[in-house]
């Protein structure tokens, strides 16, 4: 009798102890797609678009109606999620230039000291992965100075990496899958050209290079390429990494940090043939582009299950944005939309940097809620350290903010507006949004009402326009010394 309740004493303590472990530190997931619009998704209305993991979320977690990526092109952005500081005061100002820096404080570095598991899968583009091999898709500062630049995750803290430094085709990642047909050229909108990736989306280069090597690796490590398990849809080839990974991190009831940055819907838009086929309605380019956001998100519901199956979704953080808004450039597979909100990718006006945004959290936030206070990339950083009760350094500006506030309370209002900078500059807060284009003078526009950024009411409310400009250019003064100071290191 004795040796039996010992048993059971020790069995008790034993799961208590792993239950602790779990409970005490909560895991994080940071999910993000790569020019997926505001509009491309179910949940918002999308027409055609299946995204019933993501329509989930939404409907039973936390939807963020006014999510912002902290940039209109994806390095950037990304940076701000790894930082929590605008992008240009890192020196991370457009794709392919800049890196983290080594003074830089990253998340998995803060994460690590608290005994996380880091891993990083996806794209990378926050520096080189090889002083050796050249990723041949690489160009800008990138080229020129691949060893300047080479940042690598596993000299940032990350313990478990599976990238690439830039794109690859969202169908068959190693493959190039040449031009486009000439029925979807057919009829498709022009191009407006690609700042980002010029000349490199199917049927630009004028060659039918189709099933030939594309040119991007998966690194694994110092040099250390993959080779198997490539074919098929990219979006389950990463998944393919992350769930053994999370597998790995719960048998140690060991907290864990998985970034998951898929390359969907990216060009080369390249949706597989199961997945085209749930479109077949549709034009042949709308259905490459439905069929990989689709295949995406199926991913995205295999996670999930997985941490339900391991019963670690209750103690999980999910995050899941874009890193901007919708491609409208060079393929006619580019088909994202916006909801009527102005511009695209590369813009700083709503369409370019709005981008859906959800969090799901089961045993923090068992609820469904709707936050409309604007939130943005930058955030992610200290709201996580805030979760952990980890202050912020207090040696250099942050401009993300702590979210736990505005998610327990969705009647408290941002304190801290939010600045933009690329093509222009934008000054944002729960109401009004000032916004430059090119160095173009300021216009204001009343953003909860006129998402569309029709009406200019700077003559109209000429106090409000010159108060948000002064503190624009206050914070921006800042910025732009935090840049210099990064780019004098780097020269």
Known sequence: MMTRSIFF????????????????????????SDDQGWGDTGYNGHPYLKTPHLDEMAKKGITFTRFYSANAM??????SVYLGRHPYRTGITFAMKGKLEPEEITLTSVLKKEGYTTGHFGKWHMGTLSKKKPDQRRWGAFEED???????????????????????????????????????????????GNIEDPGLNPGESGEDT???????????????????????DDSRVIMDRVIPFIEQAVQKSQPFLAVVWFHTPHSPVVGGPDHKAMYADRPEHEQHYYASLTAMDEQIGRLRAKLKTLEV???????????????????????????????FKLSIQEGGIRVPGLLVWPGKYPNHQTITTPCVTTDYFPTILAALNIPLPDDRPYDGINLWPLIDNPTWTRSKPIGFIHNGKVWMDYKYKIISKNDDAFRLYDIIADSAETTNLA????KVYEHMIAKFESWHSGVIADLERVENIAD
């Not at 004493?9 to 208590?16: C, F, I, Q, R």
């Not at 979704?313 to 580019?334: E, K, V």
């Not at 003559?459 to 000429?462: E, G, Q, R």
């Open 9 to 32: 004493l020790a069995l008790l303590l034993s799961y208590s102890a792993s239950a602790w472990a779990q409970s005490s530190q909560p895991n994080i997931i940071l999910m993000m």
């Open 74 to 79: 994806c390095s950037p952005t990304r940076a």
């Open 146 to 192: 691949p060893e300047r630049y080479y940042c690598p995750p596993w000299e940032r803290d990350v313990d478990v990496s599976f990238v690439t430094e830039s794109k690859v085709p969202t169908w068959d990642p190693m493959v190039d899958p040449g031009p486009v047909t000439p029925a979807e050229s057919k009829g498709a909108s022009p191009s407006s």
């Open 210 to 232: 189709t099933g030939q090597y594309y040119g991007n690796e998966y690194f694994t490590g110092p040099d250390e390429i993959e080779t198997e398990n490539l074919d098929g």
């Open 313 to 343: 979704s209750d103690n999980t953080m999910l995050w899941f944005c874009s890193d901007n808004g919708p491609a409208r450039q060079g393929s006619p597979r580019h088909v994202g939309r916006t909801n009527g909100l102005s511009g």
């Open 459 to 462: 003559k109209k409310l000429p």
